[in-house]
C-alpha cells in the first residue's frame, strides 16, 4: 500500500480601497508552504538518448519535498451602467523556478431582475520548473513529466447566467472554452476542450 505525508500551510492579506462610489480595489499577498509528497505516485519518468529513442528504462517521478509558493494579486471592481467590470492580475513566484502572470477580466450584467449574465476571460502563461526536462537522458535528484510544470500557456473564455429563484436559491448554466499550448512538452503540444454544468446554489 502506497502511503506519504503531505502538509500544506497558507495565509493571505488584503487591502481594499474605495476609490469612487463606482470603484474599488483591492491588493493581495499569498504566501503557500508544502511540505512532503508532492509528485504523483502514477507517473513514471523515461530516461533515454533522445525524445524519439525508446526508453532504456523508466523511474518513480520525484519533486523536492518543500515548495514556497508567492503570490502579489491587483485587482479591480468598477461599476457601469446595469453591470459591473471586474479586472485582476497576478504575479506567482515559487522555489521551484516558476514564475507565472495571470491576467483575468469578468463582466456582470443584469439582464431582468432575477437574470443575471456573467462573462469571463482568462489568460496564463509559465516558465518551467527549473528541475524539468522535456528529455532526461539520465537519473536525476529530481525528475518529472507533469505537463503542469512545464512552460506553458493558456486562454479561456467563459459564460454563465444566473437566475434567483428567491432570495435563498440561485440557479445557475454555465460554459467555459479552453485551449492550453506545450512548448517544452514532448507527448502533448496542446489541447482544447470546454466545461459545461448546470447547478443550484442554496444560502442560508
Known amino acids: ?45 523515461p530516461v533515454r538518448m533522445s525524445v524519439d529513442a525508446i526508453a532504456d528504462y523508466a523511474v ?19 461599476a457601469l451602467g446595469a453591470g459591473s ?3 485582476d492580475y497576478r ?3 515559487d522555489t521551484w523556478g516558476i514564475t507565472s502572470h495571470t491576467i483575468g477580466a469578468r463582466y456582470f450584467v443584469q ?6 449574465l456573467r462573462l469571463r476571460q482568462r489568460f496564463y502563461v509559465q516558465n518551467a520548473a527549473n528541475f524539468y526536462r522535456a528529455n532526461y537522458t539520465t537519473t536525476a535528484t529530481y525528475m518529472t513529466i507533469d505537463r503542469e510544470l512545464s512552460p506553458l500557456w493558456s486562454e479561456t473564455f467563459g459564460a454563465k447566467l444566473a437566475y ?3 432570495g435563498h436559491v440561485e440557479a445557475e448554466a454555465k460554459v467555459d472554452l479552453f485551449y492550453y499550448k506545450y512548448s517544452d512538452f514532448p507527448s502533448l ?4 476542450g470546454t466545461n459545461a454544468g448546470l447547478g443550484v446554489t442554496l444560502t442560508y
Open 1 to 45: 500500500m502506497f502511503s506519504r505525508d503531505l502538509t500544506v500551510h497558507g495565509v493571505n492579506a488584503s487591502w481594499t480601497q474605495v476609490i469612487s462610489k463606482r470603484t474599488i480595489t483591492q491588493v493581495t499577498y499569498e504566501l503557500g508552504y508544502a511540505d512532503g509528497f508532492q509528485a504523483s505516485p502514477y507517473r513514471f519518468v
Open 60 to 78: 518513480a517521478e520525484t519533486d523536492p519535498g518543500i515548495r514556497w509558493r508567492h503570490a502579489l494579486v491587483l485587482a479591480g471592481n468598477h
Open 85 to 87: 467590470i471586474q479586472a
Open 91 to 93: 504575479l506567482y513566484r
Open 111 to 116: 439582464l431582468a431582475p432575477a437574470l443575471e
Open 164 to 166: 434567483a429563484i428567491n
Open 189 to 192: 503540444s496542446s489541447r482544447v
